[in-house]
């Protein structure tokens, strides 16, 4: 699991507000960096990372809600919802068929067959809610959201000083 990037320049001693401009900033980079690849069924585990970095990034913003514009808020935050939503779609798919295949693993092979033909539906389900996902971690789409929070810290540091 990718570890949440120390948040640096931060001290007690700071606006309520440039705090929440530095945390929301820095847990938007990690979505950002945490979308790479996420599409690739064949490791799980990006999607996996990229679903924790989104909602560290909406428990930031709630944090501070307080410290910014509440319209842009909303829309933004809702932005984060709906991308954490995609991604534990993807994400319960991807431990579905990871149990599923971990449990046919240690069927005698004979009984194996049942098993496999739920997991080809659960790829099914795996394929579809990627789909659903691809939308939410295109490029332009993720910029847009980080431009969006990078004026909310700006106000919010406006607000602070």
Known sequence: MAKAREIEGVHCED???SVAARMVSVRADEL?????GVLDISDIERVHDMRVASRRLRAAMEVFAPCF????????LDEVKAIAD?????????VSIAAMEGFASRLVV????????????????????NERLEPFVRKRRLADLR???????????????
Do not use: C
């Open 110 to 129: 004979t009984d194996r067959h049942g098993v496999q033909v739920m997991v080809e539906g659960m790829r099914e389900e795996q394929e579809l809610a």
């Open 86 to 94: 995609a991604l534990g779609e993807r994400r319960d798919a991807d």
């Open 32 to 36: 950002l960096e945490q979308s790479e």
């Open 69 to 76: 514009p509440r319209k842009r808020f909303r829309a933004a």
């Open 15 to 17: 606006a309520f507000g």
């Open 147 to 161: 431009e969006r929070i990078e004026k909310l810290a700006a106000a919010a540091e406006r607000r602070a000083a």
